[in-house]
Each structure stands twice: as C-alpha cells, then as structure tokens.
C-alpha cells in the first residue's frame, strides 16, 4: 500500500450543520461498519443520486468534525489494484449525536475504531460481503466481528462478522479469507468453532477457491476431490467472492444460511 496521509480539510468543527435523517444513516453505517469507502457510502446512503450530492455531503459531515477521513492509495481489492481516494470512519463526536439519538443501548461504544490500513482491503470487501448478505437475506443482521470483543469474550474464535436472526438462536459466524493460514491455525480455528454453543454455522467466503479447498482439506482429513469445491461439510459453508457478487447470488446466499420464513429480495451488487 502507498504511503498514506491525512485527508485535507477544514479545522473540525469550523462548520454548524443540521443532522438529518440521512445523515444518521451515514454516522450509524460508518459506525456498524467501522470504516468504508466513498464508493460505499454512496451506495449504502445516496442510492439513485448524483455522486457530487454525495460527495458534498460526506464533506460537510467531515468539516463539521462528525466524520473522520483519511486518504489512502491503491489497494488490492479482490485481487485487482484499486484507486480507493478517502476512507471514512464515525468521529468521537459523531458517536455522541448517535448515542443521542439512538441511546446507548445501540450504540455501546463511546470511541471510533482506530484507522488499520494494513486491514483496509480486507475491511472494505467485508462491507461488501454484508451488503449483498443483508440484501438477498432479509431480516438478518450483519455485524462487524470488531464489536464482539467484549460481548464474545467467553468464545474461542471472534469471527470477521456475525449473522443473527432476532428472536432465534441461529448465529452464522462469517470469515472472509483472503489469505492462506497454515494448516495448524486452520485446525485450531474449526475446533473452536465446532465447539462452540453459540455458533450454528459458519460461512467461509475467499476471492480464491484454492483457498476454501484448503479449509475443506483440513476439515475432512485431506479428503477432497482435486479441485472440487464443496458447497459445505458439516456446520461449514462456503462461498467465493465472485459468487456472491454475481448474478447467481441471489438464488445462492439463501441457501448458505439457515432456512426462515423471510422472503429474500434481489442482491444488488
């Protein structure tokens, strides 16, 4: 990644602005999230406007000092360098007008996460992986594994994210695998996770196929067919990006969670 810097702007807090609806939409997406891109707070906020109305808007949101920006180079973003401009994240006191509005029983964390470039590519596609989740999947909940590090305290394993179902006690644990571990930390992650109470299944998703067949290698004993990718083994599913992303997502996602009387929509990409 290229040497980064701090986003230029105004003295924070040199500007008066009313938050509006949208703008809670933003400091709380920014807030589940913990960081995103302008792209994808576009696409979460701004749906079906202009991207300078967008632009403008996250501007004055971060020269009000609700909004922090940094400004990064490339990335490799599922395996293709990717112009990535500002990175977003809630400031100290956009956490503040949330937990106003919202309560504290929402929002429980009183300080933004702290900037993790040497994490962003992979933060960024997990906001991906969410969004399409959340679309094709009504009615579950998509929560970043950062905000589990106190409320998983007793688990063996803190997922990437987390899939819940209110009112149930069905819990998806998501991990997005960009890179390959050894076989040992792969042996100690499925265990942790087969003895887990909480969690009733786990979806693994990798931009890299070679990279699921390596985890279904170490979960079945070496047991895989050459390159054939199983769709699950066990309480195991598993996913590549490019599945999720493309058309046959919609029909897809369904079938890696456990079954509800949710009706899914389209995934829109």
Known sequence: MSREHRASCPQKGSEKIRVTER???IL??????????????RLECFEGLAPVTAYNRVNELSMAGFIDALRVGNIVYQQNPRIIGNIYRVSKSGIRILQSRLGIEQITRDEPFPW????????????DVGRVIRH???????KNGKHFTQTLAEERRIPDAQLTWGGTKECVAVELELTVKSEKRYREILLAYKL???????????????????VQSVLT??????????????????ATMAELMGPQGRELIPSLIPKTDANTQEVRA
Request: a positive charge; charged letters at 20%.
């Open 28 to 41: 709380r997406a920014l807030f589940e999230t913990t960081v995103m891109s302008f792209e994808q707070l």
């Open 196 to 214: 887990s109470r909480q969690t009733t299944r786990v979806l693994y998703v990798s931009n890299d196929p070679g990279v699921l067949r390596k």
């Open 116 to 127: 993790n470039t040497a994490q962003l590519a992979h933060d960024l596609i997990l906001n």
């Open 23 to 25: 703008d809670l939409k």
């Open 221 to 238: 004993g070496g047991r895989v067919c050459g390159s054939k990718l199983e769709r699950s083994v066990g309480k195991f599913y598993f």
């Open 136 to 142: 094709a999947a009504t009615g579950w909940q998509f």
